[in-house]
């Protein structure tokens, strides 16, 4: 198990539900990542698979128990994301740093779930452990 995996069975206090949730929010936002960047094709199939993995993520138990407190989390993240993506290739500098790190803003669905299962310490307890893997996964220097 790498440490991603044991960051997040971490946040979800070991509940099953908890952890399906993370694990294809996960899946569901590298799909977007990875549509966004040109690393996978834009086309009718992509689309749909897209549009099943979301049918999918926002079905499962966790989600619909907690969809009060996830649905704004979900409309920030997005929201940040874009915003990541309107200034990762910027002619300023302090444009693309931002965006760097603003581009990790799908980890705040993990404290969320962390808070949810464990409390407020708890979300202490993985928030900086997730930054730091987070950011090692994402820069090899």
């Known amino acids: 198990m790498d440490d991603l995996a044991r960051l997040y069975l971490e946040a979800s206090c070991g509940n099953q539900d908890a952890l399906l949730f993370i ?18 094709p834009f086309n009718p199939e992509s689309l749909m698979d897209l549009l099943m993995q979301a049918n999918v993520l ?3 138990p966790f989600y619909i128990c907690n969809c009060y407190k996830l649905q704004s989390v979900v409309a920030n993240i997005t929201n ?9 290739k910027s002619d300023e500098k302090w444009k693309r740093d931002v965006s760097d ?4 803003c799908g980890n705040d669905m993990i404290v969320t779930v962390a808070w949810i ?3 407020y310490k708890h979300m202490r307890t993985i928030s900086l452990k997730l930054r730091e893997v987070a950011y090692h996964s994402q820069h090899k220097d």
Request: charged share 20%; aromatic share 14%; hydrophobic share 25%.
């Open 101 to 104: 790190v603003i581009r990790q």
């Open 117 to 119: 299962c464990g409390g």
């Open 58 to 60: 926002y079905s499962t």
């Open 23 to 40: 694990t294809a929010f996960h899946h569901y936002c590298h799909c977007i990542d990875d549509i966004v960047d040109g690393d996978k």
């Open 80 to 88: 940040t994301y874009s915003d990541s993506v309107a200034w990762e």
